[in-house]
């Protein structure tokens, strides 16, 4: 079990093998703690499912999909208008096609999930890395 820790100036000090849990190895290993990066945001809405498995099944294939096209789960909220994806390409992995990636990602769920989602991306320069304060921080 490893026990090294992982600090940001000011903040608690936290075991990997916690964090592991949350971020991926390339994150944890990195001495860069941000960067300016170019990075595709896909934004995903979906509509109220039928039950519980329906909104499994769906959730399990977003995150198959994300695996798939080396995306990263930047968060997943609802509200009154339903559910939202934020998935980012290009960040912690990046690729000369993330782009490419982020779209056919898109089509992928849009294939199967047509009636139920809408999707939609942008593309530019982004502050990555860690983001907050002592209190609640985030990565993306």
């Known amino acids: 079990e490893q026990t090294r820790t992982f600090s940001s ?3 608690q000090k936290l075991e990997l093998n916690i964090l592991s849990q949350f ?3 390339k994150v944890l290993k990195s ?3 941000g960067e300016f990066r ?3 945001h896909v934004f995903l809405a979906f509509q109220e499912f039928d039950n519980d498995q329906e909104l499994h099944d769906f959730s399990d294939f977003v995150l198959e999909k994300v695996r798939e096209f080396d995306g990263f ?3 997943l909220r609802f509200d009154d208008k339903g559910g939202h994806w934020l998935i980012l390409f290009g960040f912690p992995n990046s690729h000369e096609n993330d ?3 982020a779209v056919h990602f898109i089509y992928s769920i849009n294939h199967l999930y047509m009636d139920q989602i809408k999707g939609s ?3 530019g320069s982004t502050f990555t890395g860690l983001i ?3 209190i609640r921080s985030a990565y993306g």
């Open 38 to 40: 170019n990075i595709v």
């Open 132 to 134: 907050g304060s002592q």
């Open 31 to 33: 001495k860069l703690r």
């Open 73 to 75: 789960v930047e968060g």
């Open 99 to 101: 782009i490419e990636r």
């Open 23 to 25: 971020l991926p190895d």
């Open 121 to 123: 991306m942008t593309f």
């Open 9 to 11: 100036p000011g903040e």
